[in-house]
């Protein structure tokens, strides 16, 4: 099976994190775009009709500050134009202060059935920070409209100030309003983005802290019921992101709008990240990929061992030899026998042990050389 991604690039404002594609002073451009995009897929039907999809994932951006229809109309187009499965799991992200009953009623209307929250953080002063629209008390109005239903929320940590006791309790927020799933992840500063001039004037934590951060996390997730089967996602059982799975399994899927990536029979594409661009291209019935790249099987390889040590699953010996033609063990002997403090080796499978999963891009890299 295989995953659809759709990229929404609008928003109300930056974050001041974000370094995705994104626009919050282009909302107007919200019909037109869509329109792009429903005429992006249509293009694509042909070349993919053998394709089996079982998960459509709708991101930003921010999805939800565009008008509910558009939405509706997405999902009727994925439908529509790909072999879209009856039982598929189709997610929306959306920013707590973005929502009304209306779009949720809409949503699950069209056929959504899980929901990524943003939460972030539950300190009203560390979103501010942040540059996030919304407050506390909007998520929890968010999560009421949401009881009942499959929802995520996501978790950031390593902000400017924050405690172990901040993460903790936004942990608890997240379960006690009904987050079935908890993505938590350390901040990222990128550079050009307003927040990576708090972290050159070391105003954030450092590495050993946000390690910290994430441990006290992973203790009251687990304490909380929810298990880890990635590095940075956590859920309660059978609520894993099969859209996200197929990612880290190294499946296929398709992107459509601005930035978007697509994986295809071992070849990866992106689409442009200017949105003029992105409108000239579709218009004249052209893609909008700018960079395109075939994966050699070397490279393949690579990426199959760099996804998998990092879920808890890690790698399937048998599944490796059968995709590799090799003997993982033998193949990386010298490799395991050097880091075999931080690998376990058991029912066919090896994966990095839980205590050391955080610090996990020390070891891959280990493997890649």
Same mark, same amino acid.
């Given at each position: 099976?295989?995953?659809?991604?759709?990229?929404? @690039?609008?928003?109300?404002?930056?974050?001041?994190?974000?370094? %995705?594609?994104? %626009?919050? *002073?282009?909302?107007?451009?919200?019909?037109?775009?869509?329109?792009?995009?429903?005429?992006?897929?249509?293009?694509?039907?042909?070349?993919? &009709? +053998?394709?089996?999809?079982?998960?459509?994932?709708?991101?930003?951006?921010? @999805?939800?500050?565009?008008?509910?229809?558009? #939405?509706?109309?997405?999902?009727?187009?994925?439908?529509?134009? %790909?072999?879209?499965?009856? +039982?598929?799991? /189709?997610?929306?992200?959306?920013? @707590?202060?973005?929502?009304?009953?209306?779009?949720?009623?809409?949503?699950?209307?069209?056929?959504?059935?899980? %929901?990524?929250?943003?939460?972030?953080?539950? /300190?009203?002063?560390?979103?501010? *920070?942040?540059?996030?629209?919304?407050?506390?008390?909007?998520?929890?109005?968010?999560?009421?409209?949401?009881?009942?239903?499959?929802?995520?929320?996501?978790?950031?940590?390593?902000?400017?100030?924050?405690?172990?006791?901040?993460?903790?309790?936004?942990?608890?927020?997240?379960?006690?309003?009904?987050?079935?799933?908890?993505?938590?992840?350390?901040?990222?500063?990128?550079? !050009?983005?307003?927040?990576?001039? $708090?972290?050159?004037?070391?105003?954030?934590? $450092?590495? +050993?802290?946000?390690? !910290?951060?994430?441990?006290?996390?992973?203790?009251?997730?687990?304490?909380?019921?929810?298990?880890?089967?990635?590095?940075?996602?956590?859920?309660? &059982?059978?609520?894993?992101?099969?859209?996200?799975?197929?990612?880290?399994?190294?499946?296929?899927?398709? !992107?459509?709008?601005?930035?978007?990536?697509?994986? #295809?029979?071992?070849?990866?594409?992106?689409?442009?990240? +200017?949105?003029?661009?992105?409108? &000239?291209? /579709?218009?004249? *019935?052209?893609?909008?990929?700018? *960079?395109?790249?075939?994966?050699?099987?070397?490279?393949?390889?690579?990426?199959?061992?760099?996804?998998?040590?990092?879920?808890?699953?890690?790698? $399937?010996?048998?599944?490796? &030899?059968?995709?590799?033609?090799?003997?993982?063990?033998?193949?990386?002997?010298?490799?395991?026998?050097?880091?075999?403090?931080?690998?376990?080796?058991?029912?066919?499978?090896?994966?990095?042990? @839980?205590?050391?999963?955080?610090?996990?891009?020390?070891?891959?890299?280990?493997?890649?050389?």
């Amino acid at each position: 099976m295989a995953g659809i991604y759709v990229h929404i @690039p609008f928003c109300k404002s930056k974050c001041r994190y974000c370094d %995705f594609a994104s %626009f919050p *002073d282009k909302l107007c451009f919200a019909e037109s775009y869509m329109a792009c995009v429903y005429r992006e897929m249509a293009k694509r039907k042909e070349e993919l &009709k +053998d394709y089996a999809f079982d998960t459509l994932y709708i991101g930003g951006g921010t @999805p939800s500050v565009i008008d509910e229809n558009y #939405i509706a109309m997405l999902v009727a187009a994925a439908k529509k134009n %790909f072999n879209l499965s009856a +039982d598929a799991e /189709i997610t929306i992200e959306m920013n @707590p202060g973005t929502v009304s009953a209306r779009k949720i009623e809409v949503y699950k209307k069209c056929g959504i059935n899980r %929901f990524s929250v943003g939460l972030q953080s539950a /300190i009203n002063e560390q979103l501010s *920070d942040l540059g996030r629209i919304h407050t506390l008390n909007e998520f929890v109005t968010c999560a009421k409209l949401l009881k009942g239903e499959n929802f995520s929320v996501d978790v950031m940590i390593g902000l400017k100030g924050q405690t172990a006791e901040d993460v903790e309790k936004t942990i608890e927020v997240a379960a006690a309003f009904g987050a079935s799933h908890i993505s938590m992840y350390a901040l990222t500063p990128e550079d !050009g983005t307003p927040i990576y001039t $708090d972290y050159l004037n070391g105003e954030l934590p $450092d590495g +050993d802290e946000v390690a !910290g951060l994430y441990e006290s996390g992973f203790k009251k997730l687990k304490e909380l019921g929810f298990a880890r089967y990635e590095v940075s996602n956590f859920c309660k &059982k059978g609520k894993q992101s099969h859209h996200n799975l197929n990612y880290w399994r190294r499946g296929e899927y398709i !992107g459509f709008g601005v930035s978007a990536s697509s994986c #295809i029979n071992n070849v990866r594409f992106t689409n442009t990240f +200017d949105l003029d661009e992105y409108f &000239k291209c /579709i218009l004249s *019935d052209n893609f909008a990929v700018i *960079d395109s790249e075939e994966i050699d099987k070397e490279g393949q390889e690579e990426e199959y061992i760099m996804l998998a040590l990092r879920t808890e699953e890690g790698i $399937d010996l048998s599944d490796f &030899k059968n995709k590799f033609g090799a003997d993982f063990a033998e193949k990386y002997a010298a490799q395991i026998k050097r880091l075999e403090n931080f690998l376990l080796l058991e029912d066919g499978r090896i994966k990095i042990k @839980p205590e050391s999963l955080f610090v996990q891009n020390g070891i891959i890299v280990e493997f890649l050389n």
